[in-house]
């Protein structure tokens, strides 16, 4: 009887360690979870494509704000100010999804630490770029600056328009398909950099039909900043809260 109860316990010892070797090969292997839509081969690659255009979205407004800078300068246009200050504020948001993504392999993938802080900074950049814009916006109201006439600001702002709503998409679908609040709020910003964008064609559109309607430009920066703030409280509010820091949905992968 007694050998009995003995083969017993070491079945019950043998299926624990298998148990406990098969999270372990799971964790190893995957860092897989039955709640995620993506096995660990697809979500490393949507990771792969995460990074790739993050760094494309980098070296590209880096060029674009140069562009859209100089000619808010030259031209007297807050829209095109907050398009530059939209296209910094993109790099920098893309940055942050390279660092979200890029260290720790498959592993932060899921990584809800890494996750929360980069929504945080997120937060934080959309709001000081909403006081930027505003600023600069009310400066030129302020001193009744009309933005002049030139078919650059129209050709490029076009061509900003295109890029960045593809852009916009992509990441979008690529955050979805992570899961990551981080992905999708800088496809957020790449969308209202479209929008803004072709405000700007619309606005030379209707200042050389009526020039009296030069001030659209600043009712464009104005909605822009306001979507800015109300998308980076929304995230410090989500991210800073007890709920979110107490929230270990993936910390077992890092």
């Known amino acids: 009887m007694a050998e009995l109860q003995e083969i017993g316990k070491d079945n019950v010892n043998d299926k624990d360690k298998s148990k406990c070797s098969s999270d372990n090969d799971s964790r190893a292997d995957g860092i897989f979870d039955r709640k995620h839509s993506l096995t660990l081969y697809q979500a490393a690659k949507f990771r792969i494509a995460a990074l790739s255009i993050s760094y494309a979205t980098i070296v590209f407004l880096i060029l674009l704000s140069i562009a859209t800078f100089y000619i808010s300068i030259s031209q007297n246009n807050s829209a095109s100010f907050a398009f530059g200050l939209a296209a910094l504020l993109d790099c920098v948001s893309s940055a942050i999804v390279i660092w979200r993504y890029g260290s720790g392999g498959n592993y932060s993938l899921y990584n809800s630490r890494r996750e929360r802080l980069a929504c945080i900074a997120l937060g934080v950049i959309f709001n000081i770029s909403s006081l930027v814009i505003i600023s600069k916006t009310s400066y030129a109201l302020g001193k009744s600056k009309k933005p002049l006439e030139n078919s650059s600001v129209e050709i490029i702002s076009a061509i900003n328009g295109s890029v960045c709503i593809m852009l916009a998409v992509g990441k979008y679908f690529i955050g979805k398909y992570l899961e990551s609040e981080a992905v999708t709020t800088d496809a957020f910003n790449s969308f209202i950099e479209s929008l803004m964008a072709f405000s700007i064609v619309i606005n030379e559109a209707l200042y050389k039909k009526n020039p009296s309607i ?20 929304r995230l410090l509010i989500i991210n800073l809260s007890k709920k979110a820091k107490a929230k270990d949905n993936y910390n077992e992968y890092n």
């Open 214 to 233: 030069w001030y659209v430009d600043a009712i464009v920066s104005y909605v822009s900043a306001l979507l800015f703030t109300i998308w980076g409280m």
